[in-house]
């Protein structure tokens, strides 16, 4: 393990944010991640990253939800309309690629203009996966850890929102 991975790695033990991995093959999608979740025990949220056309803000969504209406985020946070940040720019903020979009990008000195939007049902899972900003890897923490210390210690405070699932009353 080598370079962002290793960064990461080094950051949470520095915060003293105790997590389990497991490595493994590429993962580009949510149900690639289902084996981890089974390994880690724990859930992938998904990991959006987004911006509005003229890039003048770039967020980073959290969510479980399937599906949902990047408007209905956007009216929420008071964004003009959201959509996917290009690969150059998720690289450029992130230090990662699609495939391996996680909050752990937002350790480095590059994210601090990065927002995160979490949905607030991710404050009841009991344990987060996430990559380590490489998609041949997950790791795993307490949610309390995440929000407590990791989001703390990364210098983020999350904007809280509740996502309205496509088709739910």
């Known amino acids: ?17 105790p997590c389990d991995s ?13 084996v ?15 911006t ?3 890039e003048s803000a770039f967020y980073l969504l959290l969510t479980r939800a399937e599906n949902f209406r990047t408007a209905d985020v956007s009216k929420k946070i008071g964004s003009s309309r ?9 690289m450029e903020k992130m230090r990662t ?3 391996a979009i996680s909050p752990m990008g ?8 990065v927002k995160l939007i979490v949905d607030r049902e991710l404050l009841s899972l009991p344990r987060l996966l996430f990559h380590p900003c490489v998609n041949t890897a997950t790791l795993s923490m307490s949610s ?16 809280m929102i509740d996502i309205c699932r496509e088709g739910a009353q």
């Open 97 to 99: 690629l699609p495939g």
């Open 144 to 159: 309390t850890d995440f929000f407590e210390k990791f989001l703390p210690g990364a210098g983020h405070a999350p904007i």
């Open 106 to 113: 937002l350790l480095f000195p590059e994210a601090r203009e």
């Open 82 to 90: 959201l959509s996917f940040a290009s690969a150059e720019r998720l």
């Open 22 to 34: 497991v490595d493994h093959a590429p993962v580009h999608t949510i149900e690639d991640c289902r």
């Open 1 to 17: 393990m080598d370079g962002v991975e290793a960064e990461v790695y080094a950051a949470l033990r520095r915060m003293g944010i």
């Open 52 to 54: 509005p056309r003229n």
């Open 36 to 50: 981890a979740e089974e390994l880690l025990g724990g859930i992938v949220p998904k990991n959006l990253f987004l």
